[in-house]
């Protein structure tokens, strides 16, 4: 298909389309009730392709030798307005692939890295030089590996992958930018998903922010310790599940006083406890600091809180463990 788009610059038409096989030989070329023409390895059809408009062009090629891809250039014949001369494009390479032939293949993999979390991030172009920022280079100072940054595009059902041979044979994939490079400054970008493996705890990490050009503009430090998701492997990185957490509560529902048993399987530098809305906003902070491991009993009064439905968090360096709770008055 040729197609000429509509738009308030375009005052193309395009008027014909040439194309050379020098591979699989071009035998016949067509567009509607247009019939090409033929002369050695060339052929050329007319169009009449106005903005706006669009024209389909029939190749049809003697591929004796079964070649499953080969090279097509194709120049096209245009006129600029209505009386402007007419001239042909530079040429425009392609590859004409053959229908039919082995797809590639996407499947499941085994590959199950340990002590895997996502968190949940956010960036301010703050810089006193009111400079865009055009990429921004984290780096873990623990032993937090990156797996994947996200999101991967502006529309979060689909992503287009590029993967990139490393030296020895392995591959890191990214996911190709989509739309306008460059925040502004005052600009806030959030959410951004990071998903580690290897965290033992909190993750800590140094940036630089680099310009259009890749120069450095400011640079810093900053700790992820509040994971959204995670999945929990055990210390041989089996695919065994480790619970971290025991959270109960009682009673349920409850009027008045609410009684959270919480078991950890190792000390914490950081645990919160909370009580948040269907909505994930917290309205009660129970608990936010150190705690043991072992069992924990903490007793909370919850007779501000309207009746309703809500959820008990326990969030901890290692993940997130919730159970609903119902206050009735």
Request: no cysteine.
């Amino acid at each position: 298909w040729v197609v000429n788009p509509a738009g308030d610059g375009n005052d193309v038409t395009v008027l014909g389309a040439e194309v050379t096989s020098n591979v699989v030989p071009l035998v016949n070329m067509t567009s509607g009730t247009s019939q090409g023409v033929i002369a050695g390895a060339s052929g050329f059809v007319a169009l009449d392709t106005p903005p706006g408009s669009n024209s389909g062009v029939d190749l049809t090629f003697a591929n004796g030798d079964n070649v499953k891809q080969f090279p097509v250039d194709v120049r096209y014949l245009f006129r600029i307005g209505a009386d402007g001369e007419q001239q042909f494009s530079d040429v425009v390479n392609y590859i004409a692939r053959v229908p039919g032939v082995d797809p590639d293949k996407i499947a499941g993999d085994n590959t199950k890295p340990t002590n895997v979390r996502t968190f949940a991030m956010s960036f301010t172009n703050a810089n006193g030089f009111d400079a865009d920022v055009h990429r921004i280079h984290i780096r873990s100072t623990g032993s937090a590996r990156i797996l994947a940054v996200g999101p991967a595009g502006t529309d979060a059902t689909q992503a287009m992958l590029s993967p990139i041979s490393n030296d020895g044979g392995s591959f890191m994939v990214s996911a190709l930018e989509d739309g306008g490079n460059g925040v502004a400054p005052t600009t806030v970008v959030r959410p951004i998903y990071i998903t580690l493996s290897e965290v033992d705890g909190p993750a800590p990490f140094t940036f630089i922010t680099l310009d259009l050009y890749g120069e450095p503009i400011s640079e810093g430090a900053f700790e992820l310790t509040d994971p959204i998701a995670s999945i929990h492997g055990d210390e041989a990185g089996d695919n065994n599940v480790r619970q971290v957490v025991d959270l109960t509560v009682s009673p349920n529902p409850t009027n008045a006083t609410s009684t959270m048993s919480v078991s950890l399987d190792r000390s914490m530098n950081r645990v919160q406890l909370l009580i948040t809305n269907l909505q994930g906003e917290t309205v009660m902070t129970v608990y936010d600091q150190a705690m043991d491991s072992g069992h924990h009993v903490v007793h909370t009064n919850v007779n501000t809180l309207a009746s309703g439905t809500y959820f008990v968090v326990v969030r901890t360096p290692f993940g997130v463990t919730s159970q609903p709770m119902t206050v009735a008055k």
